[in-house]
Each structure stands twice: as C-alpha cells, then as structure tokens.
C-alpha cells in the first residue's frame, strides 16, 4: 500500500496514574475524559510507562484496563503498557508482614515476580497478538503504520524491596541477562528499519542537586544501572526513551539519547505527552492540556 506522503505516526504518552481502585470515581472520571481525546483525535498509539495504580493491589489493574476497553483503545496495535514500582511492590505489606528484616530476599523476588505475572495475564492482549501464555517482560512489539515502523522495546524496571538497598522500593533495575538478551545482535539487526522507542518506568535521571538531602532522596529512587540500560538502548539505535517515575513532565538528554518523562496523570490529569514521527524518522515532541 503507497504511503501517504504526509503520513505521520503520532503516539500519546500517559504515565503515573496511581489509581487507587473502582472507588476512585474521579480519577476514572478524569482518565476516561483523557482517553477519549485520545481517541477521538486519533493517535496511533497510546503508551503508559507505569505506576497505573497505587498500591500492588492487582484487582485494581481492571479499572485502568476497563477503561482502555471503554474507549477502543484495549488492543496490540493501539496501546502498550508497563508495570512500574506501585504496580508491582506493596510497601506497607513488605514492612509488616514479610519480616523486613529477614536477610533471605527469595520471597521478595518472588512476590515481584508473582505481580509481574498477574500483570501479564491482565495486559496480555497488549504484549501479544495470539494471547500466548507466559510472554510477559521484557516486551520487543513492532508496528508498521503505513510504512513507517515503529519498534517498542519495553522492560521491567521495578527492582524488589529491600530493607538495606530498596528501602521504600522505589529504587530501579533492569537484571544485566534481560539487558543483553535485548542489545543482542540479532534484535538489532531485526529493528534496523524501525524507530526504536526504550520504554521503562524508572527515570535515568532524578532531580539531583548537591545538597546532601536531595542526593539521599535520590539515591531511594535512582535507576541503578542505568548506565547500562542506556547503553542497551543505543546499542539497539533507540530515538527516544519514554519512562515516568519522577512525577516531572520533561525533556532531557544523556550522552546523545533523549529521555521523556511523562510525568503524572495522578497529579496533573489534563497533560499528556504526544510524540510525532514522520516516515524519513524525524521526530517531535510536545506536552499539552487536554483540548489543545
Ligand atoms: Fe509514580
Ligand atoms: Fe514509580
């Protein structure tokens, strides 16, 4: 099919929701009225780079689906989706009922990992188009609009609990064999002619400044490797890396890669990030308010 020749991919960018469950009435009020603009203005794509809910509580993870379904927008092609630290860690439940000063981290591994299944399960419609059981993270999804393709390589960033080393659980990693199964050359090479956008939830850089209050700050919710995980995304020629976190709406750039955080919905429920790519693989970027 010929290209049109104005053709041009344009993806919205949604990031810490922080719903708090079916009871949150106007938080779902809020996100059904941000959907549906992004529906009706006809992105090609939505991506929510984590933190979709508040508190680990899976059930909770069917009101931000159900309203993808209300709005058309629950299918491979029209939305990609992450786990970030509140999808994945109950903070309060790590500190009162699973010893939190037991030194043995396997159950903690564990109940990450348990999370990270049932988010799967929950989103899998948006991992994989034959619903095969088990593909979870990290997640390589290509789409051609018109002829421009465009790759999504999504990772898990959300690192366990600890009592010494993830504190309040907020603290983020990718494990170094996900980095190299996914810099590999073979997946190189298959999104040579793509536009590669990185996607996590973790934000490589965090406020940073030299008072000594703001470096503890950071350090309890830092991506630790981050170096290498950016190194990952060169390898594979990524454009872009979308992530949240760090409830900022911002730009940045670090050694030659840019970075958008897409800030908070939870806290500003009418900005949204809109990422605009046309077919020689020129690319903008833009927040705006609902309506603009
Ligand atoms: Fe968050
Ligand atoms: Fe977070």
């Known amino acids: 099919m010929p290209v049109p020749i104005d053709k041009k991919v344009r993806i919205a960018h949604l990031s810490d929701l922080h719903l708090t469950g079916r009871n949150d009435l106007r938080q779902i009020e809020r996100l059904d009225r941000v959907l549906a603009e992004i ?20 059930d909770d993870w069917l009101v931000v689906r159900d309203a993808l379904v209300r709005n058309g927008l629950f299918e491979l ?18 500190l009162r009922f ?7 981290d396997s159950g903690r591994r564990q109940r990450v990992a348990q999370r990270l299944e049932r988010f799967c399960e929950v989103f899998r419609p948006l991992i994989v188009d034959d619903g095969e059981p088990g593909a979870c993270f990290p997640l390589v999804k290509v789409l051609h609009f018109g002829g421009i393709g465009i790759a999504m390589v999504a990772s898990c960033s ?3 609990w600890s ?8 603290r983020g990693y990718v494990p170094p064999p996900v980095l190299q199964a996914l810099g590999s050359r073979e997946v190189a090479d298959a999104l040579s002619d793509c536009f590669v956008i990185g996607l996590c939830h973790h ?5 940073g400044t030299d008072a000594l209050l703001d470096q503890a700050f950071d350090w309890t919710m830092e991506f630790k490797n981050r170096d290498e995980f950016l190194r990952t995304m060169q390898s594979l020629r990524a454009r872009v890396v979308m992530h949240g976190h760090f409830h900022r709406f911002q730009m940045y750039h670090a050694d030659g890669l840019t970075f958008v955080n897409g800030g908070s919905f ?11 790519i046309d077919e020689k693989g020129h690319w903008s970027h ?6 603009e």
Do not use: C, Q, W
């Open 266 to 276: 939870r806290y500003v429920p009418d900005r949204y990030g809109e990422l605009v």
């Open 39 to 58: 529906a009706r203005k006809g992105y090609d794509h939505l991506v929510m780079t984590g933190d979709l809910i508040d508190s680990a509580n899976p």
């Open 286 to 291: 833009r927040f705006l308010r609902l309506g």
């Open 163 to 170: 009592g010494s080393d993830n504190p309040l659980g907020a």
């Open 98 to 104: 699973y010893h939190a000063l037991n030194p043995d």
């Open 77 to 94: 092609s029209k939305a990609t989706v992450l786990p970030g630290n509140h999808d994945l860690i109950n903070l309060e439940e790590e």
């Open 203 to 207: 934000a490589y850089r965090v406020y």
């Open 158 to 160: 959300v690192l366990p």
